[in-house]
């Protein structure tokens, strides 16, 4: 095909052109942006927590008051919950992915440092790691010996007996590979406080952040310390998926039944934790895909009513063409060719305005830099929206017989 | 003239009326998505306290004496102590201390179940400082904050929970394991962001959306609510670990905001000159390392550092002005064709008197016409999606409307945009030369 006389048509209707390149152009770097944005998203709500998630339902309770017996009470909540049929393991605990509070701590790996090595979330509770369902590659749980009461810690903490406090952490497989490459961090050494220093005796696979995401978002360790339900803490319970439901209306039950005083702030499954943890993510998910549309709509209509007009404008020298020996196919031909070029020139620079774009969300919104293959599908999208677009008007313009070219208008 | 330009533009549009259709459909899609957001965008960056925000200041010190921090700006809040000497100092107009809590609430002879609610410490000052609106009674005076005065003022959502709505003033409210007489009902009140409390937008990562909750339900004295719910208050952050948890009156922790109120410039420079001479003397006394460490943004100010407008809310504006743009160029592809078709109508108009401008004139009219009509269904489109922003989880749903300004944006802008996308095909339509016109019919 050659697409001289086709270029030198588009001399003579310079500005329409134009016009239609830059929305293709527009279209193209917002369509590549915006799916990019839809991926980030979508891989953020597949984040995985390394927990057993559909195994477990939590009850958060909230923090009524700093009693002396709160540890009999826990430990007499935790006895009641293990009795219902189907649970197969519980526990009270400071905090949850996807959970409401989180508990952090610096880390270093060596007193002298100046300032925090690693920043990680610290998992408090009596069987965090069954009751999780998290994996241990190395090393070993806590025993039952290990574990202090908090009160204890805090006791310890304001007498500065730092010697006394318990001695043995576990943390995950990534926090352990950023802290060591490459070495064994089993029997290492993390300091939380200058002279308050823990020993690694087990590594998990996965275990996410308590709270939301943030940076480190596997950087997680578990200390062998038991929670009581004054710190406002979360039952835990773990069973079998299709015992959820019922598990969970008897652990209410059950806590009722003990204290029908206290406010449940909060209870569900850890499923219905999560979904409403991405529910912003998913609804501007779905606010992109939905701009998405409505943009190719819109410029697919834009390239449906221009080569209308186009065809309808060049009726006669269709006819004269056909009248001179050129086959349907050509007309048809002519058109598709013409769109392609137009469409080509609207990706070129689309291309350099979606480049333009991402660089002001790297700048503006802390994003990645946009993949390259976005731009050869973000093409492939535009040609073949073009080309479906221009297909109506194009058989149009094909059907024109020759006859036209004989009729003074 | 105008109405006969009316008729013809009536005509030409009824003449091709699927054209007419997308032109419409374009404008206002592009308006409704762009409004929608606007309007989102316009209540979450609005002034919370207009005529009032530029008298509002917050100082900030450097209370952490540990080397680790960095130190390149203060802590978003203070320690007890810092605060305290700021607020007991009474160098500004009016000064506050707020702090949030969860507290526990029963109502004495109702029988509404325990509530667990959040409880704002405060002082005297917070209630006309921030025109706070009373249904019933009033705050509390200097003397209650000074004698730990047992009383609150509540919220009006919390009176219509317990009392039904009816003045509740004098009644009994159970907090915790103390008993608080209520002096005070608030009218409904709902700032846009909860300005007072807002800190920390820094560590948000524009996830910003929370600073827009609702007020609290109890306010109550700053001294009592200490003795009240000790033991429940919430560190912003700590530098060393606090002894007993919840405690935080001696604790090396920083959780207390400092508001205060500087009527004028001179006052403003006073107060940042006594905010450095402060921070100067702790370093003296060997509270503070880091004594120039002192800053005193106004309220504006002070929500533009924390981003307070949720990066979500930033990028559906772009996108949807974006939007806007490309069926911005929709709409003049669209018009340039249909005008540029008209050759001979234009050519026959122009032979018998027609100038270019009555020509121009006639398809601006034309274009302003698609302007109105996208605007009624841009209009329509923007009610749609905001209450569709007012079914989303949000903290800022319940507050999201379209009031008189943004209702008149929308013609505005819809009109503009067409009369935009008109001029260039309707300058184009009026250059046609008749004569050739003529010739080729």
Known sequence: MDIK????????????????????????????????????????????????????????????????DAMARSAADLAALKEIAGVKSAMATNQLPFGGSSSNMGIKTDPEQQNDEINASQYLGEDVIPTLGVQLVAGRDFRADEYHDLADVYALLRKGDMNALPKSVLITQPMAERLWPGQNPLGKQIYVAKNISLTVI?????????????????????????????????????????????????????????????IVLEKGTFDELRHRYFRDDRAMAGILVGVCLALLIVTALGIVGLASFWVAQRNRSIGVRRALGATRYNILNYFQTENFLLTTMGIVLGMVLAYGINLFLIVHYELPRLPAVYFPVGAMLLWGLGQAAVLGPALRAAAVPPVVATRSV | MFGYYLDMAIRSLKHNKVLTVLMVLAIGVGIGASMTTLTVMHLLSGDPLPGKSATLFRPLVDPDPTPERTHETPMDVMDYRSAMDLWSAHRADRQTLV?????????????????????LSTTTDFFPMFDVPFQYGSGWTADDDERRSRVAVISASLNDKLFGGANSVGRTLHLRNTDVRIIGVLKPWRPSPLFYMVAGGRFAHGDTADFYGKPEDVFVPFSSSLEINDGNFQQFTCWALPKIPGHLIDAPCEWVTVWVQLGDAGKAAAYRRFLADYAAQQKSLGRFTHAENTRLPNLMEWLDYNGVVPSDVHLQTWLAFAFLAICLFN????????????????????????????????????????????GVLGWLLTLAGLSLVRRQPTPYADMVHLDVLMFATTFALSIAVSLLAGALPAFRASRVAPALQLKTQ
């Open chain 1, 5 to 68: 006389p086709i270029l030198s048509t588009l001399r003579r209707h310079k500005f329409t052109a134009c016009l239609l390149i830059a929305q293709i152009a527009l279209t193209c770097a917002i369509v590549c942006n915006a799916i990019f944005l839809i991926g980030q998203r979508l891989e953020r709500m597949n984040m995985s927590t390394g927990v057993a998630e559909h195994e477990l339902v939590y009850v958060q309770l909230a923090n009524i008051d700093n009693r002396p």
């Open chain 1, 202 to 262: 087990g590594v998990i696979r996965e275990l996410a952040r308590g709270g939301g995401i943030r940076e480190g978002e596997q950087y997680s360790a578990v200390n062998p310390i038991r929670y009581s339900a004054s710190g406002g803490a979360s039952y835990v319970i773990r069973c079998a998926q299709q015992d959820r439901e019922q598990v969970l209306k008897a652990a209410l039950a059950k806590l009722k039944g003990l204290d029908p005083n206290r």
């Open chain 2, 331 to 374: 709409t003049i592809g669209l018009l340039l064709a249909k005008f540029l078709r008209r050759g001979g109508e234009i050519g026959v108009r122009r032979a018998l008197g027609a100038t270019r401008g009555a020509i121009f004139a006639q398809f601006l009219m034309e274009t302003a016409l698609v302007g109105v009509l996208g």
């Open chain 2, 99 to 119: 702090v949030q809590s969860p507290v526990k609430v029963v109502a004495a002879a109702t029988n509404v179940p325990p509530l667990m609610l959040m409880l």
